[in-house]
Every structure is written in C-alpha cells, then in structure tokens.
C-alpha cells in the first residue's frame, strides 16, 4: 500500500471541506483531500445550487401569469421540463470548475478519489493509499434519511439525490416532510405545472417563527399546493396510479411520484470512525466548541458535525479549524450569528433569536420591534407588499430577526452583521438607507425603538418646548 505523509487531511470535498483545504493549502500546509464522490459534495450537485436553479425556472415560469397587476396581460408558459432540466444542470456545470480537481491540484492539494475509511488513530486507507496525517478534518455531510415508513422499501422514490435528474415534469408529486427541502421543491414544482401534495407530520418550517412560516404556508396554498401538516406519513403502496400514501387519521393521496424530504443523516456510518476512536451519535460527529472530536487530532465540519445544516455553516466551520489547526490559536464555534434562509417566494430568513425564543431567554425585558412590506415604498412599487421584519431588542441590541417577504435573503444581512458584530439598535437606526430600497425596512423596524421614547413621552416634550423658548 502506497503511504503518503501529510500535515492535514481532509475528507470529503463540499463545502466544508474544500473550504478548509483551499485555506489551508494557501497559508502553506500540506494537504491531501479525499473525496468519494463528486466534487463539490451535496451543495454543488444535489442541494443548494440545482434546488435554487429549479426555483428560479418556477419563478420564470410564475411572473409569465403574474402581470395583470402591472396592467400586462398573463400569459399561460410553456414549460419544456427537459430544457429545464439542462438549465439546472448548466448551473452546476458553470460552478464545477471552482470546486474541481484540477482547481485544487493547481493550488498544491493533492486529492485522492474514493471512499476513506479510519485504520488507525491517525490515518486513513483510501483505494490502495494509506494516508498519515497530524491533522483529520471529517467533511463528510450527509444524506437524506428514509424514514422508517411501512411499504418504503417496495415503493420507487426521489431524495434530493435523484430528483434533479428527471426530465419529464411529475404530474403529481407527494412530497413527505415540510422542511426548507419539502416547501422549496413544492412551490418549485408547482409553478411548473405538477400537482403538488406535501404532508408534514408536525408544523411546516417548523424551526421558524410561526407567523412568517404562516405567511409562507398561506402563498403556497394559494398556489394550489395541498399541504397537510400534523400528519405523519403511516404507509406507502405501489398502485396502478403511481404510489399510495396514507398518513393522519386514515387519510390517503394518489400521485405520480414521492419525494422524501424529512431530514438528514450524517455520513460518518461509512468511516469506520472507531477505529480512530472517535465518538458520535446519530446527529453526527460529537465535537467539542473547538470542533474538535474525542479523537484530538481529528475535527469535523459541516453536516458531519451534528449541528446546523447549511453551506455557510460549513464555510464559517472551515474558518475555525484553520485557526485551531494551522495557527494554533483558539477558535469556538458559535450558532447566535448564523442566519439562514428559506427560498420560496415569499422567502423566510431568520438571525439570532426568535420572538419565542427571545420571550424564553429574556422574558418582559425584550423588546419586539415590527414593520410591514406593506409600508414600504419599494414594495410597493413591485406590488410585493406581503411581509413584515421583526426584531428582538434586548437592552438596546438586537438578539434575533426575522424577515419574511420579496428578498428577505437579501434584507437579513444587515441583521446578520448587527448580531455578529454587536452593534446597537441605535447603530441601525443612525444608518442612512438609499430610497427606495427593500433594505429601509431594517432602519424603519429600528426606528420603532425609538418610536415610543421620543414621541410618546411628556419627558422629550417639555424639553422641546423649553428649548423652543430660547
Ligand atoms: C436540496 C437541498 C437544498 C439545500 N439548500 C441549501 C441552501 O440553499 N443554502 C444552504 O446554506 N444550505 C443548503 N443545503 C444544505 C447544504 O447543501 C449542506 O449543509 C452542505 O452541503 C454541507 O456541506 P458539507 O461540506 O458538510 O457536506 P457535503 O457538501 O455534502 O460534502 C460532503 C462530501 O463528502 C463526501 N464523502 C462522504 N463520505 C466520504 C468518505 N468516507 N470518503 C470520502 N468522501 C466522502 C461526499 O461524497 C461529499 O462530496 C441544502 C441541502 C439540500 C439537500
Ligand atoms: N434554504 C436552505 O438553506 C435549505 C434548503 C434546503 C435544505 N436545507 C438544509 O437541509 C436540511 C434538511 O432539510 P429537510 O427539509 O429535509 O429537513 P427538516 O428536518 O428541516 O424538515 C423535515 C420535516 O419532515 C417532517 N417529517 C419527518 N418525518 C415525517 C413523516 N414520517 N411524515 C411526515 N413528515 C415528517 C419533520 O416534522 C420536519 O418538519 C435543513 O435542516 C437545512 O439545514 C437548507
């Protein structure tokens, strides 16, 4: 067996672990990376980028019989699911390169194609290569899970794995769980023609704050999307139609084809992660806030390390063992900070603190801030006006936003670097924001902070009014 003597090895080459060897490889380490599949992992190939192409085409597709407000006559769009497929498809194939194996090997990482598995506590085996490193980065992600339903072994069914590559539109499509994966190929599918019926066993975008996620639900319904939710899937069945699913109280629905979309698995079952002493549990690799595992010399990233699951989750992970690892310096990882967005239209982003969560932790002491899409000019003017920001206060700094409405991606970065950075609620107020923009929001739900100390108070007012004497 071929044995290759490194300082960091990294497994898995998506998001996280591309991140950590194209860092670590600049700053002059050695780095070998190991991947099993297609580079770029799940985001690149069977996430992020082709579910959002899809969203994109839908929209396309949506805007076509959407004109009448503007006074443009709706048009029915002709939708060629195959062209469409090659869309998402080209999508991917513009981003390869910058997640490719040439890319990496000209930045000096040697990268190694197969499945990895631990020998020893510290080394891997990999396709007749043994590789010892000082240094272990476990970017392993994760894979849709498939529940334990009755009948799902029988029955065909897509997982994100699959459903980007089917070139006939499904004429109904069931989709099992209604996460973020669940609502966004829902709205997706929906505007391209197919039926879509979504069954959640619990709340959809259940993580989220209820009313935003309500306004959501709302759109989608009024799309003509059934969505069920506090029904769990109880069976599926091969019928002449396509599949039976039966779910709640002896409810059942017929469609064309079934999506599972009810959360994750992390991968590290393949790793033989014991044979390095490295411990987890079914949420994925037990790390420390250093992201460190039971094994000292091996961390782990990303979906691999139990926690949020998001791209730049992965990439903020990458940023953290860089320092540890290279430089030797402390770095914890934390979660108050990271945003994360919901893609349907309209889209559901989220920083910090709920309103719930921010009641919970902080009781009568924090301040909820709101502002509607319906008072803002820019929304206006686009006819977009469902949605409202909301923003948690505490003692004068905000602990949490969400944003539900056109371009709450967009609008909650600002939120994002106020909670990162700790800036006051005054710091957003006291910004000066380009009119018309959807981005006046954040200042205006700012400015209701001040709403009731300046105008509503005899205080502020017999100042005033002395001032005014002289
Ligand atoms: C449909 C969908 C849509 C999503 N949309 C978004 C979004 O809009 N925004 C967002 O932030 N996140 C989104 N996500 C989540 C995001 O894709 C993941 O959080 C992210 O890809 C995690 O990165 P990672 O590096 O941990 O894992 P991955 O990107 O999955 O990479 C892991 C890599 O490890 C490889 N691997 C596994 N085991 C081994 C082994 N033993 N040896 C060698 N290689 C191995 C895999 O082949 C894979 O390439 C979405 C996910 C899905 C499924
Ligand atoms: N826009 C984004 O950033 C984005 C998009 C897609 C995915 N992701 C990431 O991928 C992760 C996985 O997404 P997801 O939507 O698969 O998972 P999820 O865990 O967020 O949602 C799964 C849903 O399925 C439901 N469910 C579970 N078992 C069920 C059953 N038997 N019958 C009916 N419903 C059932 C759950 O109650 C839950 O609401 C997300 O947590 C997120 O981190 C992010």
């Known amino acids: 067996m071929a044995l290759i003597e ?101 930045l000096g990482v040697k990268v190694l194609r197969g499945m990895a598995r631990f020998t020893g506590d510290d080394r891997v085996a990999v396709e007749g290569t043994e590789v010892r490193a000082r240094r272990f980065v476990i970017a392993t992600g994760s894979r849709a899970m498939v529940p334990p339903i009755d009948g799902i072994a029988d029955v065909p069914y897509l997982t994100n794995e699959s459903l980007f590559d089917l070139t006939d539109l499904p004429d109904h499509l069931i989709i099992v769980g209604g996460g973020p994966i669940g609502l966004e190929m829902a709205q997706a599918h929906r505007r391209l023609g197919a039926q879509v019926t979504v069954i959640e066993a619990e709340r959809a975008l259940g993580k989220d704050d209820p009313d935003a996620a309500a306004l959501v639900i709302e759109r989608l319904r009024a799309e003509g999307i059934t969505l069920h939710e506090g029904a769990g899937v109880t069976s599926v069945a091969n019928v002449p139609a396509g599949v039976e699913v039966c779910f709640g109280e002896g409810q059942s629905v017929t469609g064309s084809h079934l999506l599972l979309a009810v959360g994750r698995v992390p991968n590290h079952d393949r790793l033989d992660i014991d044979k390095a002493g490295i411990k987890a549990d079914r949420r994925g690799i037990i790390v420390d806030a250093g992201l460190r595992s039971s094994n000292r010399r091996v961390y782990a990233v990303g979906d691999a390390a139990g926690g949020m699951q998001f791209t730049h989750v992965a990439g903020y992970h990458a940023g953290i063992v860089i320092r540890s690892a290279l430089l030797g310096l402390p770095a914890k990882a934390k979660t108050d900070h990271i945003p994360w967005v919901t893609y349907t239209d309209p889209e559901l982003a989220q920083v910090g603190l709920t309103e719930a969560q921010a009641r919970d932790r902080h009781g009568d002491r924090v301040e909820i801030l709101t502002f509607d899409y319906a008072e803002n000019d820019r929304a206006r003017a686009e006819r977009d006006t469902d949605g409202f920001i909301k923003v948690m206060v505490y003692r004068g700094r905000p602990v949490g936003a969400t944003v539900v409405g056109r371009q709450a991606g967009e609008v909650i970065q600002l939120w994002a670097l106020a909670l990162s950075a700790g800036l006051k609620i005054s710091d957003v107020a006291g910004m000066v924001s380009p009119y018309p923009t959807l981005g006046e929001l954040s200042k205006r739900a700012a400015g209701q902070y001040y709403t009731p100390r300046l105008f509503d108070s005899p205080l502020v007012r017999r100042i005033v009014q002395f001032v005014q004497k002289f």
Do not use: Y
């Open 6 to 106: 490194t300082d960091l090895c990294v497994i898995g080459a998506g998001s996280g672990g591309l991140s950590v060897a194209a860092g670590a490889v600049q700053m002059g380490a050695r780095v070998v990376l190991i991947e099993g599949g297609e580079m770029g992992g799940d985001c690149l190939n069977t996430g992020c980028v082709p579910s959002k192409a899809l969203l994109a085409a839908a929209k396309q597709a949506h805007l076509m019989g959407a004109g009448a407000k503007f006074g443009i006559a709706p048009v029915e769009p002709q939708v060629d699911f195959g062209a469409v497929h090659d869309h998402v498809h080209g999508v991917i194939a513009g981003i390869a390169p910058h997640d490719s194996q040439e890319r990496f090997e000209g």
